[in-house]
């Protein structure tokens, strides 16, 4: 694996200790995965479609179970037997929340108010706190004015916006971000920056999966990155990881791209949102 | 010239998403019933639904009518539309019911219209009767049906159904139906679309068929593959199969004023269209 250098001191959010996870039993999604995040940490997952980013995020959200191997949260080895303790679920859920890449997934409530009050709501929080917890969830995203809309008469932007208020209300320690800028315009995708970066300066963990280089070294402080048989291959800071062209074509993160400027044929690498890496080749 | 099933599906699932669209709308309009708590509105249109199924006189079942064409116009629902939408189709259903119900063989009594002496075959003065109270019945019951869900945003309108105790397992599935069903026909129509704008003239009944079932198939996959999604989603913001909700909705005075007085009338439209 390149690079290697986890933070070995601080003690440990998540663990991923070797872990394997099929959905049909035969094809691997994860394979042999290994990990170690601390709290507070800002961390990107990159890796190319269909590389098991998400499958990932999901076991991390423990609603899936590896196959073998382990994932522990702050020690406890997350299987659905842990789950099925009210104590240990209620604080996990209170506590980890992820956001789905597919908004329309995400929402699933009739109403966006509805929708910021389903988690507070199902986590047994008193009603009249509920209340307040969705009004400040709704003011903080600037949403107030959609509390009473359907979610798919919103626009790709405001779906985004909704779905993070939906896990702001609960007030999570620990962000997972399925691929949070997919199908966002610039304003959107710049404003989401700002949200995790203010939202990390109070010590919250955002754990993000994407393939967006361009993001990368604003959203986190260290990346690791799946290639495409299912494996991290790499892990380090934004800095190192981008620069590795060799590791980012490996990973089907980046390819070759050749165009002409008159009589001159040149070819760099090319991100696949946009990388502006470039090199002339010839 | 004949549209074929791709553009009859289309043009169907245009037309229900237009429908929503302007239910929503009329929905926000500043209008009378649309300040009501839903509540009110849900308690005194079941009302006023009772007392159209006990009124016997039909100067009292007009009247009801009118009373609904009433409160569509004051809440600021287009009236031409409002009526269209429910006679045009009321005919359809009621019609075939109550068209035996005209003749004497049915209804028998004096003969308003002999059709023919060899059999007898008449429309009888009791029979029209029957038939005018069925199709009036039915008419302002749909009326009455079609104005509440105009001027009540469903969603409310599914959380209001709390106070009839409506299971909260119940209403959540409703309302997670209600909000798949327009994801799901956006999806079925961009396939439609998607499909239509490579078709270059007309396509075989059988390949329609083909595509028609081609589509119902991926739209089921893909219900289905959501419907896992979605549980999951649940599950991750703390859901452990025992759903709790929580609705925002303050009964003010002018609330208990609509509410005592829509059942009023529907007590006194008993009371004086009684046998």
């Known amino acids: ?86 104590d240990f679920s209620f604080a996990f859920r209170r506590a980890v929340s992820l956001v789905f890449q597919d908004t329309d997934v995400q929402l699933f409530s009739p109403t966006v108010w509805e929708e910021v009050a389903f988690a507070p709501l199902q986590l047994d929080i008193p ?46 320690d ?66 190192e990881i981008l620069s590795n062209h060799a590791l980012l074509l490996q990973c089907n993160l980046i390819h070759e791209h050749s165009h002409r400027h008159g009589e001159l044929v040149h070819s760099h690498p090319h991100g696949h949102e946009g990388h502006a890496a470039h090199e002339h080749a010839a | 010239m004949a549209r074929s099933v791709v553009e009859r599906t289309l043009a169907g699932v245009t037309e229900s998403l237009e429908q929503s669209l302007f239910a929503e709308e009329i929905a926000r309009e500043p209008g009378a019933l649309q300040s009501l708590d839903p509540r009110v509105k849900l308690i005194g249109f079941l009302a006023l639904l009772l007392a159209v199924s006990f009124v016997h006189n039909l100067w009292v079942l007009v009247s009801l009518y009118c009373l609904t064409l009433i ?18 189709a009321l005919p359809f259903f009621t019609g075939m019911v109550a068209i035996p119900v005209l003749f004497n063989f049915v209804t028998p009594g004096n003969p308003l219209l002999v059709l023919s002496n060899s059999p007898y075959i008449a429309i009888t003065e009791q029979g029209a009767r ?65 499909r ?43 859901y452990r199969g025992r759903p709790r909700t929580l609705d925002q909705f303050q009964m003010k005075p002018r609330d208990w004023a609509w509410a005592a007085g829509l059942v009023t009338l529907a007590v006194v439209a008993v009371i004086l269209g009684g046998r």
């Not at chain 1, 690079?3 to 959010?13: C, D, F, I, K, Y």
């Not at chain 1, 098991?52 to 997350?78: E, Q, W």
């Not at chain 1, 509920?130 to 004015?145: D, P, Q, S, W, Y």
Request: aromatic share 8%; glycine share 8%; no cysteine.
């Open chain 1, 1 to 86: 694996m390149v690079g290697m250098r986890q933070n070995g001191s601080a003690p440990a959010l998540f663990e991923v200790d070797n872990v394997h996870f099929s959905y049909d039993g035969r094809q691997p999604a994860l394979d042999g995965v290994s990990l170690r995040i601390t709290a507070g940490e800002k961390i990107a997952i990159l890796g190319s479609n269909g590389s098991g980013k998400s499958t990932l995020l999901k076991l991390l959200d423990g609603l899936y179970f590896p196959t073998s191997g382990a994932v522990r949260y702050r020690g406890t080895p997350l299987s659905e037997t842990v789950f099925n303790s009210d």
């Open chain 1, 127 to 172: 009603d009249d706190e509920v209340r307040a917890r969705v009004a400040k969830a709704l003011a903080t995203l600037r949403i107030e004015h959609l509390a009473e809309r359907t979610p798919h008469r919103l626009s790709g932007g405001e779906k985004r916006r909704v779905a993070l208020a939906s896990v702001l209300s609960l007030g999570p």
């Open chain 1, 174 to 239: 620990v962000w997972l971000l399925d691929e949070p800028t997919t199908g966002l315009d610039p304003r959107s995708q710049s404003w989401l920056i700002d949200f995790i970066l203010e939202r990390s300066t109070v010590g919250e963990t955002f754990i993000t999966a994407t393939h967006d280089l361009d993001i990368v070294s604003i959203i986190a402080d260290r990346v690791y990155v799946f290639d495409e048989t299912h494996k991290i291959v790499a892990e380090g800071t934004p800095a």
């Open chain 2, 71 to 88: 409160l569509a116009w004051i809440s600021r629902v287009p009236l031409d539309r409002f009526v269209k939408r429910v006679w045009l």
């Open chain 2, 130 to 194: 029957a038939a005018a109270f069925l199709i009036l019945r039915v008419g302002t019951s749909v009326s009455l049906a079609v104005l509440l869900v105009l001027v009540t945003p469903w969603a409310t309108l599914l959380r209001a159904l709390n106070v009839l105790k409506v299971p909260t397992l119940f209403l959540l599935v409703l309302g997670m139906t209600y909000r798949y069903i327009y994801l799901l026909l956006r999806t079925s129509s961009d396939m439609f679309l998607a």
């Open chain 2, 196 to 238: 239509q704008s490579r078709v270059v003239g007309r396509m075989k009944a059988a390949d329609q068929r083909r595509v028609v079932t081609n589509t119902m198939g991926n739209l089921l996959g893909k219900s289905y593959d959501m419907s896992q999604e979605v549980y999951f989603a649940m599950l991750s913001r703390g």
